[in-house]
């Protein structure tokens, strides 16, 4: 079927362009064959990915493949001990990362819970119960408050009928929906005469002819325009494949230069190459290359995250994707839905003006706490008993409490008028004490709501709310502090002197009014609805979460912008906006319609004013990130409906919500927050910080140790021995087994302690880095270069001076120092930016320290383990230089971080 602009066509067009009854609906036969042609009702989900795939893509990894080929080489060459100790780290590595990606998304498919399973349709001429996915266009469906439309629909008959889109165009106030046809152009918020997949009708009951199910609703082309979406690689995953290339290159060259130097000088000393002296060169230059390759950060980083996501957890927010904790650390800006995400979602009463004075009210939500006050001083509940009773008296809504939760059932703008009421000292059960005896239901064209209530055996009272200027016309007289006057004309202009007043903050405003009946009174409208005693007026909005302001507080300080997207009003949007300091002085808003007249140029030279968006589409969305994302900006879009679908895959993190998120916006996100708390992203923020500066910790610590492994043992094998006349396996600084060993001692427990460290005091003062950041940063180039430049000399010097003794003796020293400066290098890496005085080593890295020198001791002092690793017992001079070199590294990496770059040491 053809698309139709079916919000311009009439009820009886519809009929007919669909082939429907409006009284019989379809026929069985009828649905069945529609049923082929259009398919079920049901979204085409982006598919998950498969057990087999997560497993398969651990293995995705440079770093990974070097560990698999030494293992494989190592075992061939007989070194099956070496071959099980990296194997155990390969391992490690790719369980944990499959474990904790596979757990995820299976959580992840436990969250979708989001269209009704059943709705009521005419089938056949008789009312049926059926599922959704069997919906097809042509279906009459029937519409009662509570309901969950199942596909988009053309209303063909409304009584009261209204409908929360929140969901779909960011409203956050309930659409009243008519019947008669719109103009073309009626933008999708505005087009009342059609309900929408996903939405959910709040207020009154319909009827509606399908007009297009599945992929062909709103909610489902939001879903296609997500899945032709791209993702992109994560900050993190690009820096380690940076690591992975350039320590991969360094291994293969130092490989090379080992391998044909050795085999060149055997080949032309003997005129032939020993098949065990080749063996011996290549688990060497095999051993080097493990030095040269950090072989735990796979596991540090997947430990690290996995961790991260552990956390999240715990605190609500379910990561999607390890990396996705870490890129969030790294976010610039914010772009937030503001309906349920910085506002509670809950209408709320805000001001109440009465008797000439205006009254606060306390509190947000639906939650019954708060304080009325006037003049900044609490109020005694009967000042405002009589307004109360009113707006709970004039209500179809009830305040239901399930647990800990507070929710309404019936119109939110009711439901906030009954906490009201509960704060003004009134309970619900009023309305069984005073029965309602006439209704006259508000409608669109009326703007207002009367209700009739026997107060007592002689006393009847009409109630009546709606808008100001149409309440207040039927008004002859009103309430000051109790007493009835006449309404003068300066009374009039004083109340709409405060309506407008109110109106300026944004506030939705309701009139309420009384007027006592006699027992024989005319239950005519017209009758009814005049000569009214105005009580007053009321304000209420949607407000922001108190730990979503406070949030936006924590994201401004640490450098973030924080951006309002929504599709409610400017005035309102504008209001939030100024209230969580969102938007301040020289800031820019901008409506959907004003965004849609500027081209992509000169939208890029605004876009970094404008703080708050009203009114948009979600196209508009995914072009507001689109435009940050142009400017290197690491983007995060935060939201529930599925208007924030595309703008959340599009942005470097998605983050939706748990409880009113929809399906499609869940499986576009990266992390799911099952609170809905938009404070929570502010703890994912430090986490993520705190991750990627552990990591950063430990690549600091295993390169430093690494580059002068290579150095020391490069220079001996190819110059230094060669020099004092060693040949073969003389020639090697250090056996196999002692690089094996030094790697297994750092690279183990303290290199993991260290991926634990506690967070910099700094941590949540410092602004986002920039998204090219390298991982290789002028600070920890400058630590690399101290390791060469201190400790090399160092090192070189300490095995030199004890070559005269022979290579055994020179080989335990060079050994033993190796083994002591870099578990002391570790305690000084517990922070790249504060001396160990500001920032001290924590227990568990303390703990691993004193671990291996303990057993390094201990496996020096027995004769077995002693000559398994090919040591001797070292001399007194031997610890001398061990603990000179220790000192002179400690002392040489506090100083470096003294006179560190400004930029690295924070605000």
Same mark, same amino acid.
């Given at each position: 079927?053809?698309?139709?602009?079916?919000?311009?066509?009439?009820?009886?067009?519809?009929?007919?362009?669909?082939?429907?009854?409006?009284?019989?609906?379809?026929?069985? +036969?009828?649905?069945?064959?529609?049923? /082929?042609?259009?398919?079920?009702?049901?979204?085409?989900?982006?598919? %998950?990915?498969?057990?087999?795939?997560?497993?398969?893509?651990?293995?995705? $990894?440079?770093?990974?493949?070097?560990? *698999?080929?030494?293992?494989?080489?190592?075992?061939?060459?007989?070194?099956?001990? +070496?071959?099980?100790?990296? &194997?155990?780290?390969?391992?490690?590595?790719?369980?944990?990362?499959?474990?904790?990606?596979?757990?995820?998304?299976?959580?992840?498919?436990?969250?979708?819970?989001?269209?009704?399973?059943?709705? =009521?349709?005419?089938? +056949?001429?008789?009312?049926?119960?059926?599922?959704?996915?069997?919906?097809?266009? %042509?279906?009459?469906?029937?519409?009662?408050?509570?309901?969950?439309?199942?596909?988009?629909?053309?209303?063909?008959?409304?009584?009261?009928?209204?409908?929360?889109?929140?969901?779909? =165009?960011?409203?956050?106030?309930?659409?009243?929906?008519?019947?008669?046809?719109?103009?073309?152009?009626?933008?999708?918020?505005?087009?009342?005469?059609?309900?929408?997949?996903?939405?959910?009708?709040?207020?009154?009951?319909?009827?509606?002819?399908?007009?297009?199910?599945?992929?062909?609703?709103?909610? &489902?082309?939001?879903?296609?325009?997500?899945?032709?979406?791209?993702?992109?690689?994560?900050?993190?995953?690009?820096?380690?494949?940076?690591?992975?290339?350039?320590?991969?290159?360094?291994?293969?060259?130092?490989?090379?230069?080992?391998?044909?130097?050795?085999?060149?000088?055997?080949?032309?000393?003997?005129?032939?190459?020993?098949?065990?002296?080749?063996?011996?060169?290549?688990?060497?230059?095999?051993?080097?290359?493990?030095?040269?390759?950090?072989?735990?950060?796979?596991?540090?980083?997947? @430990?690290?995250?996995?961790? &991260?996501?552990?956390?999240?957890?715990?605190?609500?927010?379910?990561?999607?994707?390890?990396?996705?904790?870490?890129?969030?650390?790294?976010?610039?800006?914010?772009?937030?839905?503001?309906?349920?995400?910085?506002?509670?979602?809950?209408?709320?009463?805000?001001?109440?003006?009465?008797?000439?004075?205006?009254?606060?009210?306390?509190?947000? !939500?639906?939650?019954?706490?708060?304080?009325?006050?006037?003049?900044?001083?609490?109020?005694?509940?009967?000042?405002?008993?009589?307004?109360?009773?009113?707006?709970?008296?004039? /209500?179809?809504?009830?305040?239901?409490?399930?647990?800990?939760?507070?929710?309404?059932? &019936?119109?939110?703008?009711?439901?906030?008028?009954?906490?009201?009421?509960?704060?003004?000292?009134?309970?619900?059960?009023?309305?069984?004490?005073?029965?309602?005896?006439?209704?006259?239901?508000?409608?669109?064209?009326?703007?207002?709501?009367?209700?009739?209530?026997?107060?007592?055996? $002689?006393?009847?009272?009409?109630?009546?709310? %709606?808008?100001?200027?149409?309440?207040?016309?039927?008004?002859?007289?009103?309430?000051?502090?109790?007493?009835?006057?006449?309404?003068?004309?300066?009374?009039?202009?004083?109340?709409?002197?405060?309506?407008?007043?109110?109106?300026?903050?944004?506030?939705?405003?309701?009139?309420?009014?009384?007027?006592?009946?006699?027992?024989?009174?005319?239950?005519?409208?017209?009758?009814?609805?005049?000569?009214?005693?105005?009580?007053?007026?009321?304000?209420?909005?949607?407000?922001?979460?108190?730990?979503?302001?406070?949030?936006?507080?924590?994201?401004?300080?640490?450098?973030?912008?924080?951006?309002?997207?929504?599709?409610?009003?400017?005035?309102?949007?504008?209001?939030?906006?100024?209230?969580?300091?969102?938007?301040?002085?020289?800031?820019?808003?901008?409506?959907?319609?004003?965004? @849609?007249?500027?081209?992509?140029?000169?939208?890029?030279?605004?876009?970094?004013?404008?703080?708050?968006?009203?009114?948009?589409?979600?196209?508009?969305?995914?072009?507001?990130?689109?435009?940050?994302?142009?400017?290197?900006?690491?983007?995060?879009?935060?939201?529930?409906?599925?208007?924030?679908?595309?703008?959340?895959?599009?942005?470097?993190?998605?983050?939706?919500?748990?409880?009113?998120?929809?399906?499609?916006?869940?499986?576009?996100?990266?992390?799911?927050?099952?609170?809905?708390?938009?404070?929570?992203?502010? /703890?994912?923020?430090?986490?993520?910080?705190?991750?990627?500066?552990?990591?950063?910790?430990?690549?600091?610590?295993?390169?430093?140790?690494?580059?002068?492994?290579?150095?020391?043992?490069?220079?001996?094998?190819?110059?230094?021995?060669?020099?004092?006349?060693?040949?073969?396996?003389?020639?090697?600084?250090?056996?196999?087994?002692?690089?094996?060993?030094?790697?297994?001692?750092? +690279?183990?427990?303290?290199?993991?302690?260290? %991926?634990?460290?506690?967070?910099?005091?700094?941590?949540?003062?410092?602004?986002?880095?920039?998204?090219?950041?390298?991982?290789?940063?002028?600070?920890?180039?400058?630590?690399?270069?101290?390791?060469?430049? *201190?400790?090399?000399? *160092?090192?070189?010097?300490?095995?030199?001076?004890?070559?005269? /003794? @022979?290579?055994?003796?020179?080989?335990?020293?060079?050994?033993?120092?190796?083994?002591?400066?870099?578990?002391?290098?570790?305690?000084?890496?517990?922070?790249?930016?504060?001396?160990?005085?500001?920032?001290?080593?924590?227990?568990?890295?303390?703990?691993?320290?004193?671990?291996?020198?303990?057993?390094?001791?201990?496996?020096?002092?027995?004769?077995?383990?002693?000559?398994?690793?090919?040591?001797?017992?070292?001399?007194?001079?031997?610890?001398?230089?061990?603990?000179? !070199?220790? *000192?002179?590294?400690?002392?040489?990496?506090?100083?470096?971080?003294?006179?560190?770059?400004?930029?690295?040491?924070?605000?």
């Amino acid at each position: 079927m053809s698309q139709e602009n079916w919000y311009t066509k009439k009820p009886e067009e519809i009929l007919e362009i669909l082939k429907v009854d409006k009284d019989r609906g379809l026929s069985e +036969d009828e649905v069945k064959t529609r049923l /082929n042609i259009y398919g079920p009702n049901e979204l085409t989900a982006e598919k %998950g990915t498969s057990p087999l795939k997560i497993f398969f893509k651990q293995f995705a $990894n440079l770093l990974l493949a070097i560990l *698999i080929a030494a293992t494989a080489i190592s075992a061939l060459l007989g070194e099956i001990v +070496d071959a099980m100790v990296i &194997g155990v780290i390969v391992v490690f590595v790719v369980i944990l990362g499959f474990v904790q990606e596979y757990r995820a998304e299976k959580t992840l498919d436990a969250l979708k819970r989001m269209l009704s399973p059943t709705c =009521t349709v005419i089938r +056949d001429g008789k009312q049926k119960e059926v599922e959704v996915k069997e919906i097809v266009p %042509g279906d009459l469906v029937i519409l009662e408050a509570g309901d969950k439309i199942p596909a988009d629909s053309r209303l063909i008959e409304s009584v009261n009928l209204q409908a929360n889109e929140a969901s779909l =165009t960011g409203e956050s106030a309930p659409v009243t929906k008519i019947t008669t046809a719109l103009p073309e152009q009626t933008q999708l918020a505005d087009r009342t005469n059609m309900v929408f997949s996903g939405t959910t009708i709040t207020y009154g009951r319909g009827r509606a002819v399908v007009t297009a199910s599945g992929m062909k609703t709103e909610f &489902g082309k939001i879903a296609q325009q997500v899945t032709s979406v791209v993702a992109e690689s994560t900050p993190l995953e690009k820096r380690m494949a940076e690591i992975g290339r350039r320590l991969g290159l360094l291994a293969l060259v130092i490989i090379a230069i080992i391998i044909v130097v050795e085999v060149a000088e055997e080949f032309l000393t003997l005129g032939l190459i020993r098949l065990d002296f080749l063996f011996e060169i290549l688990l060497f230059a095999i051993s080097l290359a493990v030095a040269a390759v950090p072989e735990a950060l796979p596991a540090i980083v997947t @430990g690290s995250l996995a961790i &991260g996501m552990y956390i999240m957890a715990k605190k609500n927010a379910l990561i999607r994707k390890m990396p996705a904790v870490e890129t969030l650390g790294a976010t610039q800006i914010i772009c937030s839905d503001k309906t349920g995400t910085l506002t509670k979602g809950e209408m709320t009463v805000r001001e109440v003006f009465a008797s000439g004075k205006t009254f606060v009210v306390t509190g947000a !939500g639906y939650e019954p706490k708060g304080e009325i006050l006037n003049a900044e001083k609490p109020i005694k509940n009967s000042e405002l008993e009589n307004f109360a009773r009113a707006v709970l008296l004039c /209500n179809d809504s009830r305040l239901e409490q399930e647990g800990d939760i507070w929710k309404i059932a &019936g119109d939110p703008t009711e439901g906030a008028l009954v906490v009201l009421a509960e704060k003004a000292g009134l309970s619900q059960k009023l309305k069984e004490r005073y029965p309602r005896v006439v209704e006259v239901p508000f409608s669109s064209e009326r703007k207002r709501m009367t209700t009739v209530h026997r107060v007592s055996e $002689n006393t009847i009272v009409a109630y009546m709310k %709606g808008a100001p200027e149409i309440v207040l016309g039927l008004c002859s007289s009103v309430n000051e502090n109790g007493k009835v006057r006449e309404i003068s004309q300066d009374d009039r202009k004083r109340i709409i002197a405060a309506s407008d007043e109110m109106a300026s903050k944004a506030l939705r405003l309701l009139a309420v009014a009384e007027r006592k009946l006699s027992s024989g009174f005319d239950s005519d409208p017209e009758k009814l609805e005049q000569g009214f005693t105005f009580l007053g007026l009321v304000g209420m909005i949607d407000p922001p979460r108190p730990e979503a302001a406070k949030a936006v507080e924590t994201a401004i300080k640490v450098g973030m912008k924080p951006i309002m997207i929504t599709g409610d009003h400017k005035i309102t949007a504008l209001a939030i906006a100024k209230e969580m300091n969102i938007y301040k002085d020289g800031d820019v808003v901008l409506t959907g319609e004003e965004l @849609g007249k500027l081209n992509d140029e000169e939208f890029d030279k605004v876009v970094e004013k404008v703080s708050t968006y009203a009114r948009v589409s979600p196209a508009d969305k995914f072009r507001i990130v689109e435009a940050w994302k142009k400017k290197g900006k690491v983007v995060a879009m935060t939201g529930d409906g599925v208007n924030d679908a595309p703008a959340l895959k599009r942005s470097d993190i998605g983050i939706a919500m748990g409880i009113t998120g929809t399906d499609v916006t869940k499986e576009a996100a990266d992390m799911v927050l099952a609170d809905d708390n938009f404070a929570t992203i502010i /703890n994912a923020i430090e986490l993520g910080r705190w991750i990627y500066d552990n990591i950063k910790k430990y690549l600091a610590y295993l390169l430093q140790a690494n580059l002068s492994e290579i150095a020391v043992v490069s220079l001996g094998a190819l110059v230094v021995l060669r020099f004092f006349g060693y040949s073969g396996e003389d020639a090697l600084p250090l056996l196999p087994v002692h690089i094996l060993y030094i790697n297994l001692a750092t +690279d183990g427990l303290p290199a993991l302690a260290l %991926g634990f460290s506690p967070p910099d005091p700094d941590l949540m003062k410092r602004p986002p880095r920039p998204k090219d950041e390298p991982v290789f940063t002028k600070s920890l180039k400058l630590f690399l270069l101290r390791a060469i430049i *201190i400790e090399t000399p *160092i090192l070189m010097a300490a095995f030199i001076s004890d070559l005269p /003794n @022979g290579i055994e003796h020179g080989r335990t020293r060079l050994f033993l120092m190796f083994i002591f400066i870099e578990l002391v290098l570790a305690l000084n890496c517990r922070s790249l930016r504060f001396t160990v005085f500001k920032a001290r080593p924590h227990k568990w890295l303390v703990l691993a320290v004193i671990w291996e020198a303990i057993l390094i001791s201990v496996l020096v002092s027995i004769p077995f383990t002693r000559e398994a690793i090919h040591v001797l017992p070292p001399t007194l001079e031997d610890l001398l230089w061990v603990a000179g !070199g220790a *000192i002179a590294s400690f002392i040489s990496v506090e100083v470096l971080k003294h006179y560190l770059p400004i930029e690295n040491k924070g605000n």
